[in-house]
Each structure stands twice: as C-alpha cells, then as structure tokens.
C-alpha cells in the first residue's frame, strides 16, 4: 500500500456558484441516532457543499437546523419527495444513524431502485451492516463503503484479526466497490490503487467521528472532479485535524473537529 | 458601471432607541427550507436591527428561536397577525426557505394585497421564482429584487450567457425596481445608477450565502435614510466579510460570516 | 441625581453552595415572543444565579434547554406548578416576551395573589404595559419597573418628552417601587435615591437588551444582600460590557453581550 | 483524610477504538429538568466517552441532540428499549433532572431489576433523594452516590452540621458504596481511602454544575481501568478547570466548564 503523506485540495475558480460544488443527499438519522445525520450534515457544509439536502426522521428537523441552518431538510419516509430528490442529486450518503431495523432496510431498498449510473454512493455505518445482511446487488455506480473493522467483517466475511492486505484487497475486488476501513492507519482501497494513512489518533476514538468522516467524503466527492483524490483527500484532511487538534486536546469532539474543516483546507489547498 | 470601491456605515445617534432601526419582517422558511430564515433572521439582527419578526412554518420556530433569540416568531399561515405585522413594518424580505408551491404564491399574493407605499419590500430567492411566474403587478413601494444569474433569466427573459450590462439596464428600466444581480462580480443596479463589486470570492459559493446577503440589505435599509447607500453598503459588507474570512477559509459558512459582521460595520464606520 | 461612576460587586465566600445565591423565577414568552425571556435566563446564568426556573409556553421549552441547559422549565399555564414555585422563590421577574393579551393579564393577576411581602418583584417589557392598564394595587413586596420612555409614559402618565427629574422624581415617590428608566443615560430611582448612568452607547439599542438587563438585575438581587446596590451594580455592569463591546462592534447583540458577564464581573469584584 | 493533590490521566493506547472507551448510559431529565441530563451527556462526551446513550423524556431530545448530536437518545418510558440499553452498557448514571415523583421512583426501580453485577452505578441528584425515601438494596455492582451536604443528610442521616469526618466514614462503612461529598473541600470516600480536595472556588456554587460533574465521573470509569483513579481523576479535574475560570470568571457555567475539558486533560495526561 502507498503511504499517503500528503494531499492537494484544488483552488477553486472564481467565475462559480453553489451549483458547481454538489448537490448533495444525506439520508439518515432516526428517532435515536439523529446526532449522527446533523455531525454528517455539518461537516458537509463546512467541506464546501454547495446544496445539502437532509432525509432524516422529522423528530430531528428542528436540532438539525438549530445546529447546521445552511441543510434542507425532508422527511426520511416521504417516499415522494425523497425520489424527487434522489433524482436531483449527484452524490448520496446513507447510514450515519438510520438504524438496522425495517426501515433502514426499507431507505436502503428504496435508494438502490432509484439511484441512477452517474451518481455516487457513500454507504457508511448501519447501511453497512444492513447491506451486509441484505445482500443486495451492488448498483452500477460509483460506491464507497466506510467501515470499521467490525462493520468490514460483517461485509467481507474476514474476521477482525485476520484483515490482512492481503485479503482485504481480494475481497475489496471482489465487492468491486471503493473501500475505506477506518482504523488506527486507515486503509483506503481502490480498483487499481490502495492508501494507507500514517497519521491519526486515538483522541479521535468516539463517537460520530465516523459520521464526521462519511459527510466530508460526501462533500469533497461533490465538489471535486478527480474521484479518488476527492476520497484520498477528505480522509487524510479528517485525521490531519484529528492529529493537529489532539497535540491540545484529551479527545476530539467531532463537533470541534468539523470548526476546523474549512481552516485546515484552505492551508492544504494547493 | 461605477466600481463600488468603499462604503461608509453611518454612525449612530447618541440620543436613539431601538425602534429607530427598523421594524423588520422576515417572511419564509417552509417545512423543509427553514434555515433560510433563520439565517437571514441572525443576519438582521448582528447587522442591527432594532426589531425583528420571522413569519415562517411553526416548525421552524424552535430552532429559530435556539439560534436567534433576539427575534419574534409569527406562524406564517396566521393571516390575521400577519396582517397586523405588514402594517406595522417598515422593511419587508419574502422569499429565503418560502418554497415555490402554491402556499408560497399565497404568501405573496396576500403580502402584495397588503403591502403599502411607504414601505420597502426585498424579494430574494423562492419569491423571485413565484414572481417571474405570477407576474403580478410590481407594487408602488421600493422593490429590491436580489436574484443569482438563473433567477434573473427567469424574471427578465435575458437566458445567463446573455446577460450583458446593455440588456440587464433595458431589463431593469422596464422592471421599474432595483435589482441586485449576485455573481462573480455582483452588480447592482438603482433607477438612475448601477455598481459593480470589485470583491468576492467563491468561498462564498455555498448554500445560505444568498439568505444571508438578504438579511443585511433588509436590516441596512431599515436602519440608514439612504436607500442606495444602505442597499450598497450591505452588499459591500456582506462580500468584504466573504473575501476577508477566505484569506483563512476555504469555504465561508454562512453562519461564521454573520459573527463577523458587527464588527466589520465598525470597521466601515465613518 | 448622582452620577454612578463606578460599582463593586462583592466577593462570593468560599463556604457557600448555590442555595446562597438566589431562588429565581422567571415569568413570560408567549407563543410569539419566547426569545426574550429565553435572553433573561441566560442572563441569570451567566451572572451568577444559583436555581432558575423558567414559565414559559411550551413551544418554547426547547429552544430555552438548547440555549440555556442550566435552567429549569415549566409550563406557564401550569397554576398548581406556578403557585409551588412562586412559593419558594425569592426573586421573581415578569414580563419578558409575556405578551400584552388576556393570558399575560392572568399572569399577572395569578402572580399577585400569590407574591409573599420577603419577595422581590421585577417587573419589564410587556408587564409594565399591562400594570399600565389593570392598575392592580402594588404588592407589599419591593417592586422594581423597568420600563423604557414610552412603557415609562403609560406607567406614569407623563408624556416621553415631558420626563424631567422633577416629574419623574414625584411620580416614583407616588407609585412607592424602584424605577429604571431605560434611556440615553439610564436613570435608577429608589425611595430615597437616585442615580444616572454615564455610560451606555447607541450600540445597544437593539431588540432583546433590555430583557437581558431585566434577567442580570433579578439574578444580582437573588444573590447580593444589598438591595440597592445590587440594583445600581447590574444596570452599571450591563451598560459597561455593552459600551465595552461596542469599541469593536457596531452593534451588541444581546447574546453576546450575555458571554462577557462573568468576566466584567470578575473585574468589577471588590 | 489524603488531600488530593493531584492526578494523573493515562494517555491512550494508539490500537484502540471508541469501544474501548466505554458503553455510557444516563438516565434522567423529566418534562422540567432536561437541561441536567443534556450537561451531564455534553460532559460525557468532552470527557472521552465513546459510545453515549441517554434515556430521558422526549421533550428533551431535541434540545439534547441541539447541544449534543454525539449522544443517542432513548425515551425513559420505553421499557423495552431500556432493558436492551442497560444490558449492554458498562456504566449507568441515574440522576440528572430525574425528578422526584412517582416517575423517578419506577426508573430506579425498574432499573435496580435489571442492572448486572459486572456494571458501575452512578447515582446522583434526585436519584439520591429516592434512594434516601424507598432505601432499596443496594444492588451488588459499584456503586457511588454524589450527594451534596443536605442530600448526604437525607441519605447518612447525619444532618449537614454534624457531618464530620468520622461520621461520614463510618456512615459510608455501613452504605458499602462509595461516596462523593460535593462541598467546599469536596471529599471522597471508598472502601479503604478517602480523600479530599484542596481546590474548588465558590464561582462554581450554580446550578448544573454537579450535573457536570456526574457525567464526568461517569465518564471516567467507563474509560480507566482503575476505578478509584477514574474517580478521583473526575473528581479532581472538574473542580480543577472550576478553579482556573475563576480567575478570570465570577461565575463558571457549567456549559463552560465542559468546553475545557478535553485541554485540561491533556495538560493532566502523564
């Protein structure tokens, strides 16, 4: 695996409007877990998205705009709307919070009928676990799944302490899906090419940090052309603010973490 | 088009009070768009308005409240305090979050039946759309229309590549309102002078930037006696906030633009 | 009148527990106006009250916990909880966002009945108006008015441009309460007193400022013994933290003005 | 009695995950006291916790997921869910605005059937004033009680002025758990050692700070192996952070407190 040391975040041009950096659909988020949705949300906006559009349970609408006013919000279970959507969209995040009973279930279904070719999809945290249940075919777009170990076992079969390279490359091919396994040194794996991240800490072991992660790859996916730089580039901007914030801070709460988004981009923009 | 290369905020009388700065009111914000006000809502407040009221979906209310508690809440389906607080306004905004289904033709339809000389009347976003539409007659009072290139093909006709200044002047003299057109470069354009904003940034390119800039221009009118120097002054303010916090910011959230701007008006303050 | 120059607020003894620091009750937010009285907790907080509880109407319970989560909440139509709080209360404000309709007259009328001659009774905003009109005989308790020039005409029946410190004088000695007449040089009468503010800038004439000093008075009255210099000590420490602020902000919105009271504090501590 | 001067905080392994740092439950907040439960999660959090769950009434979800998207919430009233809940949870705090009624009671109770031995109970606010009434079993995991002075009295049956130092160990002796006396010189007592604080300052006698401090113990123990450390570590840190915004505060909210946390930590890392 190439050690990523270092990434690029493209300049942006000055004759541009919101329209240029993504539109954008975090589905997610349920009568429990609805921090997890607004962390993704927020962390959107301060990555640069242009267009945020929440799908979430409506007990979350009011904190959701408390916390990040610049997201739409619709509700998870209005089918109507929600195709609507789908259809409006370039890049869908589904799973920070959703839950894996039948009505994540139900989201996932309902997402994998409607998503079209030129879309990408980012599956992260219940939507994996329920995928690795469901089983469903894995649609003809682009697809990132971002697990943690555990979550990886659930999808690959491999058991936590045998997730060698090797094995994760074969199933990675196998899935024929771009890969993210967050861990101490997260992996990121392509078709054609693999990463691994020589930096991040453990102040950054808590939780929503994950959901943090999934809505800025959302984000970067959105804004910038070059896939796997838009991927490579969100991850290691997440643990480079983890790793910075950590040299201050015991733990990272990741609702600080995201303030420090569009500082940290800026010094790595090239 | 003269460059609009400074501005100066007036400054304060020792001896007022807070109705000498306006009595504001916001209209929009519908089940899924609600942060829209809410941000032009904090906006009107941090830029100085005296009094404040958001009309918009009672949804919305608990978050506007947790975010800008310096403002009054109507529901925006009350005709009958709605009435009542057109009357007693000076500056009304309609359009941030209004939505472009017929509840929000209804809310302009029944603000235009209502509407008086004396008042100023800002038309942004949703509103702009209903009104290219609709097409009703332009009310007697000052109109301020703040539409991004799309918007302002959809209500003058002039398709975005072809919005020249020659065509946009013409288009302008015919509507008979002053016309804020915001882009790279934003242009603005009164009965008998236009400018042109040297500043700007595409950081500023993000979703609730546009809400923003409305709540400032409704706040300046409703506090300074100059209707082109509170128009001007807060399209200033609002791109020299953007271009200032992009030195270290790759992306402006609309939010932090609003912290800055008390005290960039002091700064402007001559 | 003596100029107040300067002020001292004592010093907290080290064996000392919340209880030592005031009982607080605060009545008012309507439906409408719940962000007034949501400031006036805040502002106790931040100013050092012990126990604080809000009556407010429900729709706004949750934006108060989301701005405010040191305070308590309950329903301000609830009479068997409003009468058991009245009870052990020792300082009660009314007023804040109450609204000026027949629900804020029960209020008020149900507080009267129940006020206790140990308490302290602020009175602000809206319940000044009504107090205007039912002309209810004023409780036995100390009793403080708030009002600004125009609430302070419709209390005592002198015209705004009329207020000399002749007519004001007589028309405080004739209602018996301690009057802050909020203004350019803000003027506190006591029986036997009278002071004026040479401080304070046209930086906080803005919605919500004077439901922030209503809250810093009832929450320096509930915790310093001195009734009038922790009257004379929270009206001077609101008007310096604004003046202070307004140095680098053209304007003070009263949420930020609120973070600054315990510093000012601390450098006004005797 | 040792006086504690000081802790250590044990830095984090670099192989770990927020599984590692403890499955928190609290459980607490009523229609009018969420604001204790939401202090007490948002200080779990900034604490390190890395998984939280708070069980609390539902006009209080989303205020709590406002000021803390990093928590999960559960309703207090479904049964169900909170059998699930406690069974996989290491540390439980029950307390926090739980109120006293008939309500609080049946929590307890309901939550005295089902906690395991293996699990550390933190029990606190109207939690011990239950406790002190129905004198359940004390259930055979660790427990640790934080009462202040009068909730002590209510619990030991020694009143406050007689509370010395051999009646309070003998009174602890006989509880079999062990006890946090919130006080100036806060002391605690375990089984074999006690200890007490030379530092705390009466800026932090205000309410929800010993909500604060509740999640912060319980934090703690769900993240270091040894119990008495993670206690006094809690302990010790909280009044410590008190301490320094003394200097500079005259009063410290609560909801200040908690945004120093993670530094302080670190300062205390060894």
Same mark, same amino acid.
């Given at each position: 695996m190439e050690v990523l040391s270092s990434v690029n975040i493209p300049k942006r041009n #000055? #004759? &541009?409007?919101?329209?240029?950096y993504g539109k954008i659909l975090l589905i997610g988020g349920n009568v429990n877990l609805g921090g997890a949705i607004m962390l993704a949300a927020r962390a959107c906006v301060f990555s640069g998205s242009g267009l945020i559009t929440v799908a979430t349970h409506p007990t979350n609408h009011a904190a959701l705009h408390s916390r990040c006013p610049e997201a739409m919000v619709i509700d998870i279970n209005d089918t109507k709307m929600l195709t609507k959507m789908i259809e409006h969209t370039d890049c869908i995040l589904i799973g920070p919070?959703?839950?894996?009973?039948f009505k994540g279930n139900n989201a996932i279904t309902f997402l994998l009928q409607n998503i079209q070719p030129h879309q990408t999809l980012i599956v992260d945290g219940d939507a994996i676990t329920i995928f690795s249940k469901l089983k469903p075919d894995i649609p003809s777009c682009n697809v990132i799944f971002t697990p943690h170990p555990k979550e990886w076992e659930r999808l690959s079969n491999i058991p936590v302490d045998e997730q060698t390279y090797e094995r994760n490359r074969e199933a990675v091919d196998q899935l024929g899906s771009t890969v993210i396994l967050k861990k101490h040194g997260t992996e990121i794996y392509f078709k054609n090419s693999d990463y691994k991240l020589p930096i991040g800490t453990p102040?950054?072991? &808590?939780?929503?940090m994950g959901d943090t992660l999934a809505g800025m790859i959302t984000s970067f996916i959105g804004q910038f052309d070059n896939f796997e730089e838009a991927v490579t580039s969100a991850t290691y901007t997440h643990s480079y603010i983890g790793e910075e914030l950590s040299s201050s801070m015991y733990v990272v709460p990741p609702s600080r973490l995201i303030n420090e988004i569009p500082y940290v981009m800026k010094s790595l923009e090239s």
């Open positions: #000055e #004759e &541009t409007h919101k329209g240029d919070g959703l839950g894996c009973d102040a950054m072991a &808590t939780g929503g």
